[in-house]
């Protein structure tokens, strides 16, 4: 696991404007904290919060029933467009994004969040473990004979962990502290990162 402190911001080529408007989303595995951190981090920098697993389900219904409409491959395909009109609205107003576990898996979402101040939570099975149990609404998760959630968590984050590091501006070991500890640490990189490309 990667000391957050250690790690600086990477420099891309496409790295965001410097003099825009606060923009910062949030990857990371299923139960990493992405809604819950993403709302404190959206207050402390008085930007407006967007979830876009909130926005699928407003417009399109429970998640649940989307997966088994329409396969994972439909949830994908409406996660994408929630995304981009996230990204339309805070790329304006500013924003701070938290995706949905699976964002990641599509090649044209690692494009978009890795032209944007991405911050990658890094959890493990242990801190997650009470979290999963305790909340059974996903449906990647659901409890069958076969493979218990936790299983499940684990093979998704094996699958996914790489592409989480490759897409992610920055990591935050997420493993300990209180959401509102955690948010700091968030907004902190984040300024520290304007600050260090010439922004307010
Ligand atoms: N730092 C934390 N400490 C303890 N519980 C947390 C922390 N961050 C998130 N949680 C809890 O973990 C659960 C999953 O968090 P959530 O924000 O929904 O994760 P995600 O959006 O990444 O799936 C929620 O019940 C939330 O209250
Ligand atoms: O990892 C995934 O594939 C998913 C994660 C969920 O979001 P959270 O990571 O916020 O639980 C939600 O988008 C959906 O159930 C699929
Ligand atoms: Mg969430």
Redesign the pocket.
Known sequence: MTDPSSVPPRRRNSDPDPDGPDVLCLI?????G??TLGRAVARHLGVPFI???AQ?VAHHGA??DI?AADG?DG??TL?TEALRQALETADVHGGVI??????V?RAENREILGHRFTVYLEIDEETVASRIER?Q?????SRQEDEEPLAKWCR?FSE?AGLYRETARHIVDVRSGTPSANAERIVDAYRRFRTSRGGI
Do not use: C, N, Q, W
């Open positions: 990371g595995p299923m139960a990493s992405k809604t979830d876009t697993d699928i998640i649940a997966f994972e949830f994908r996660e938290a995706t949905g576990g699976g964002a898996v909340d609404h996903r449906p990647l998760l998704i996914r």
